[in-house]
């Protein structure tokens, strides 16, 4: 099974901490990934003996082994090149940004 738990912000660390306590104790879980900022979540799953994968940041850094791998957001590249564009004059930029691993726009920290 999955659960889902929203937290309508991108950094909350007692929303995501006490949500992920709750899906610990209340459902059992034995993992928890994240699409939030904060290391919050991967912070409390490691507290409760469990593993997990973090988002943004390699957060095998900053919480430890417990944390599998993170995807990590390297968005610069997209963003010198629409500024470049603007600076040429070509303020109509057709970009898709949600450009992935084969432009180098998101990676995974190593396992």
Do not use: C
Not at 9 to 28: F, N, Q, V
Not at 36 to 43: G, K, M, N, V, W
Not at 70 to 82: D, F
Request: proline share 2%; aromatic share 10%; hydrophobic share 35%.
């Amino acid at each position: 099974d999955i659960y889902l738990t929203w937290m309508q912000s991108w950094h909350d660390d007692r929303k995501e901490e006490l949500a992920t306590r709750r899906l610990i104790k209340y459902y059992g879980v034995e993992g928890i990934a994240q699409h939030t900022d904060s290391r919050s979540p991967q912070l409390a799953a490691r507290d409760l003996g469990k593993m997990g994968t973090g988002y943004n940041t390699d957060m095998l850094l900053t919480v430890g082994d417990t944390v599998l791998t993170s995807p990590i957001l390297q968005w610069g590249g997209e963003y010198a090149l629409i500024v470049q564009h603007v600076l040429d004059g070509d303020v109509n930029v057709e970009t898709t940004a949600w450009n992935g691993f084969d432009k180098g726009a998101v990676r995974l920290s190593d396992l």
